[in-house]
């Protein structure tokens, strides 16, 4: 089956710095990547994702890379602030396929103000 | 629109006992799918609900059964509790569309066995 990778584990930062966290994953026929965002007591939010015909995405402060040839995805925040603070998986799945979301491990954010 | 909803919020059983959590999907939502959290294993896929028909299921042992019913409402059950169940359950759904794998989760069931 599919297994992701993700690091760092922890990542602190300070305010108004980029934060960067590196996923990769196994399974070529993965072509869907989202990213999610899970606050104390809270389930995951989805905050960005990207599917695998695409090479970059951005919102805002938040952008995803994608690389399939080498089989990694990244995810980029710019000018952090606090409330950024949070831990973030990333995930893999086959689109049309079982539905089903491998996840990374999680990084723990923190943003020192 | 609503988002998902999970009942109850928590949960404290015994071992030996049996446990069912709800999930309500967001209105539209059709896939519902159930994930464990704990802090050794991360985030594990369960299963997954579509049209009241189990679609694809975790490595999970018998004892973690789940239904959607036709309303797109989905249970899950846990027989025979252990120790080792105590994790937060998430409740994801989805539209189910061509180009539309996006899931979305509920704010999670925090099961605690004794």
């Known amino acids: 089956g599919e297994n992701v990778e993700q690091h760092p584990s922890t990542l602190s930062v300070q305010e108004g710095d980029s934060a960067v966290i590196k996923c990769t994953y196994s399974d070529s026929a993965s072509n869907y990547f989202p990213w999610y965002k899970q606050e104390l007591g809270k389930g995951p939010q989805l905050i960005i994702d990207i599917r695998s015909n695409v090479g970059e995405k951005k919102d805002q402060r938040i952008a995803v890379t994608l690389n399939k040839t080498a089989k990694h995805f990244s995810l980029h925040i710019t000018e952090t602030q606090p409330e950024d603070s949070a831990v973030y998986f990333c995930?893999?799945?086959?689109?049309?396929?079982?539905?089903?979301?491998?996840f990374g491990a999680g990084t723990t954010v923190t943003v020192r103000a | 629109k609503a988002g998902v909803t999970q009942t109850p919020r928590y949960l404290i059983k015994t071992r030996g006992q049996q446990v069912t959590l709800s999930c309500s999907p967001i209105s539209g939502h059709r896939s519902v799918s159930w994930y464990q959290q704990t802090p050794g294993q991360g985030l594990q896929f369960l299963f997954e609900y579509f049209s009241e028909t189990q679609r694809n299921k975790g490595n999970f042992p018998g004892r973690f059964s789940g239904r959607q019913f036709s309303n797109s409402r989905s249970e899950m059950n846990v027989s025979t509790l252990e120790l080792g169940d105590s994790a937060l359950y998430l409740c994801?759904?989805?539209?189910?569309?061509?180009?539309?794998?996006?899931?979305?989760f509920g704010p999670g069931t925090r099961l605690t066995v004794l």
């Open positions: 994801a759904s989805g539209l189910d569309r061509r180009g539309t794998d996006t899931q979305y």
């Open positions: 995930a893999a799945s086959h689109q049309g396929g079982d539905y089903k979301l491998s």
